[in-house]
């Protein structure tokens, strides 16, 4: 069993926009810190958002405005909310959970790609 | 925003051998709160240690991590076929910020 599978990549137009889910299984969503890496090609990881499981959330500055992190309690998912995307955008996706102990990113899904290029 | 830089940028070693990477934040990193994760190509990264020294769940003992404010170090003590990868560190206590990575490569 596979503790978190992310989907919904692909490749979109500058300046559309995607959502990227991430399933859980073995975990509840809502119970925990969720949070998005992503990954450019070659390049090394970039943290991008936190939901806490108060229903706080924050964002990196290079996403704050155009991403939204959001959570379905009914279907353990996590999801990501992309609008205005650019090329700087192209990356692998990761959703992991934040350990309760540690705070550190401790599961990690397998990655979603996302391709912006016209 | 706390910027973490990691050297070497690439680190050749055989097999058995000891490895030694280091982190430097450019300010203090709060109560450690300073993770090691591994990368191999095609796959998500694998927490290795957390606060600064403490090995995730599974992680051999070759692997420990030292450190605090704003110098950090993981050392491999006895460098396996496996461990040839990418590693990062990342700081957690002022929002999350990775380093660029140190590519482990085989001698």
């Known amino acids: 069993e596979v503790p978190l599978v992310e989907s919904g990549g692909g490749l979109i137009q500058p300046g559309g926009s995607l959502r990227l889910s991430c399933a859980a299984s073995?975990?509840?969503?809502?119970?925990?810190?969720m949070t998005w890496v992503r990954q450019a090609p070659g390049k090394g990881l970039e943290w991008v958002s936190i939901?806490?499981?108060?229903?706080?959330?924050y964002y990196a500055g290079s996403v704050r405005g155009r991403f939204t992190i959001s959570r379905d309690n009914s279907k353990n998912t996590l999801y990501l909310q992309m609008n205005s995307l650019t090329a700087e955008d192209t990356a692998v996706y990761y959703c992991a959970r934040v350990g309760s102990t540690s705070f550190a990113f401790d599961i990690w899904g397998q990655g979603t790609m996302v391709t912006v290029s016209s | 925003e706390i910027v973490l830089t990691q050297s070497p940028g690439t680190l050749s070693l055989s097999p058995g051998e000891r490895a030694t990477l280091s982190c430097r934040a450019s300010?203090?990193?709060?109560?450690?709160?300073l993770a090691w994760y591994q990368q191999k190509p095609g796959q998500a990264p694998r927490l290795l240690i957390y606060?600064?020294?403490t090995r995730a769940t599974g992680i051999p003992d070759r692997f420990s991590g030292s450190g605090s404010g704003t110098d950090f170090t993981l050392i491999i003590s006895r460098l396996e076929p496996e461990d040839f990868a990418v590693y990062y560190c990342?700081?957690?206590?002022?929002?999350?910020?990775f380093g660029q990575g140190t590519k482990l490569q085989i001698k």
């Open positions: 939901i806490y499981s108060g229903g706080g959330a």
């Open positions: 606060g600064a020294s």
């Open positions: 300010q203090s990193v709060s109560s450690s709160s």
């Open positions: 073995g975990l509840t969503v809502s119970s925990n810190y």
């Open positions: 990342q700081q957690y206590g002022s929002s999350y910020t």
